[in-house]
């Protein structure tokens, strides 16, 4: 069924933008406010589709964009962290190596301090133990000051205790130098192990502070924005510097530990040629005692047996004295005989006054009888001349044998029991 359309047609108005925007003239007919024609309905409709689809468009493509950030992002902040975690993984193995390098070398050393100050020690034992050979060989040389007389001689012992003397102060010269080489091979061991406990204690505060950092995640606790912190301090060290600095320490622990094994060497080697040296002189010195302290025996007894021969030759001198005395005397009366003969002859009157045979014999009895009492007296006085000499002699003998009984008194009761002291203490000079 078909109906005639209807014919809704309004008449044609012109309208203009007043008509439009601000209703009808006043002359006419009010109508509401705000008119647009369906061309700009439309218009605008397909304006607002155009906007909205190239929004969503716009928001689609930054979604997408967006995601495919995220995800880049996240993969490279997941791969930048596990490499980190790989590079501060490695970085604590190397501080971990170079920790360890680092206290073997301080372990080393700190044994080698001990050691070089053990060896010091036993250096400054043995300086304090050449005291005592030193004060009984100087004892000795005043002691033999003591001696008298002839005695008084710069014999062979006198000459080995000087040397003994000036050995035992070279030797503490020697010591005293290798004590003060010690203490400057400690100094510099002290500093080598100062600069290795720092650098260990570096490390070890590094490896703390490294493992805190490796330990680390995305959902530790307490973590917060540092960024000041988010730099590169000139002043750090690199890496090179950073192993060169470690290498040096312990380069140079390596370098002082040698010298230190060197000093200790020369140390020992110092101390057994010494205590070796100071035995063997400390040997002739008492050999060369015992060989004097024997001729000085044999002297002496040489000297007493003498004394003894004098003092008996003195006794046979005044035996033979008293008997020239006792001849002169007898003589006195066969003297006097001849004399009485003679001069009772001498009254024979006139030719009876002969030089008869008598007369010749009394004249040479009497002759005889004094060149006896002249030989006897100039025996007499030649046997108590000698007597003089022989008492003369015994004086100096037993002088000389109490010059000899004092010098062996010094060198055997006072030099040799002094000198026994270094035979029992020899352990303490053995060094």
């Not at 304006?47 to 979604?63: A, H, I, K």
């Not at 140079?252 to 010494?274: D, F, G, I, P, W």
């Not at 010749?360 to 000698?386: C, F, H, M, P, R």
Request: hydrophobic share 30%; net charge neutral; with cysteine.
């Amino acid at each position: 069924m078909t109906s005639q359309a209807m014919n809704y047609t309004v008449p044609s108005t012109k309208y203009t933008p007043e008509h439009t925007r601000y209703g009808m003239p006043q002359n006419g007919v009010t109508l509401p406010a705000t008119r647009y024609t369906i061309h700009e309905w439309t218009g605008s409709n397909a304006n607002q589709y155009l906007t909205s689809s190239t929004e969503r468009t716009s928001s689609n493509n930054l979604r997408l964009e967006a995601e495919r950030l995220r995800c880049e992002t996240a993969d490279r902040t997941r791969r930048t962290q596990n490499d980190i975690n790989v590079k501060l993984q490695d970085r604590i193995d190397n501080i971990t190596y170079w920790k360890t390098e680092v206290d073997r070398q301080l372990q080393k050393t700190d044994q080698e301090i001990a050691n070089l100050m053990s060896s010091k020690k036993q250096l400054e034992q043995a300086h304090v133990a050449t005291q005592l050979p030193h004060e009984v060989a100087t004892t000795c040389l005043k002691h033999r000051e003591g001696r008298l007389s002839i005695d008084l001689v710069h014999d062979d012992v006198e000459v080995q205790l000087l040397k003994e003397v000036e050995m035992i102060e070279n030797i503490q010269a020697l010591l005293q130098q290798r004590i003060s080489e010690s203490d400057r091979q400690l100094s510099e061991l002290r500093h080598c192990k100062n600069n290795l406990e720092m650098d260990l204690k570096d490390k070890c505060t590094s490896y703390g502070l490294d493992s805190r950092c490796a330990s680390l995640h995305n959902g530790s606790l307490g973590m917060s924005i540092h960024n000041n912190s988010v730099k590169i301090d000139p002043k750090s060290a690199t890496p090179v510097a950073y192993e060169a600095f470690s290498h040096d320490n312990i380069t140079n622990a390596e370098k002082q530990r040698v010298s230190s094994c060197r000093q200790r060497e020369l140390n020992e080697h110092t101390m057994h040629q010494t205590s070796n040296d100071l035995h063997k002189q400390a040997e002739t010195v008492n050999e060369s005692f015992r060989i004097r302290t024997q001729e000085m025996i044999v002297a002496k007894t040489n000297l007493e047996e003498n004394l003894n021969q004098t003092i008996l030759e003195i006794g046979s001198m005044n035996e033979n004295i008293a008997a020239l005395k006792e001849a002169i005397r007898l003589k006195d009366s066969p003297m006097k005989v001849a004399h009485m003969r003679l001069n009772t002859r001498s009254y024979r009157p006139n030719i009876e006054l002969v030089r008869d045979p008598v007369q010749y014999g009394l004249v040479e009895e009497v002759a005889q009888i004094t060149d006896s009492i002249e030989a006897l007296a100039a025996k007499l006085n030649e046997s108590e001349a000698k007597l003089r000499n022989l008492e003369s002699n015994k004086k100096a003998l037993e002088e000389d044998i109490a010059v000899k009984t004092n010098s062996l008194n010094i060198d055997q009761s006072q030099c040799l029991r002094l000198r026994k002291t270094l035979v029992w203490r020899r352990h303490e000079i053995n060094f």
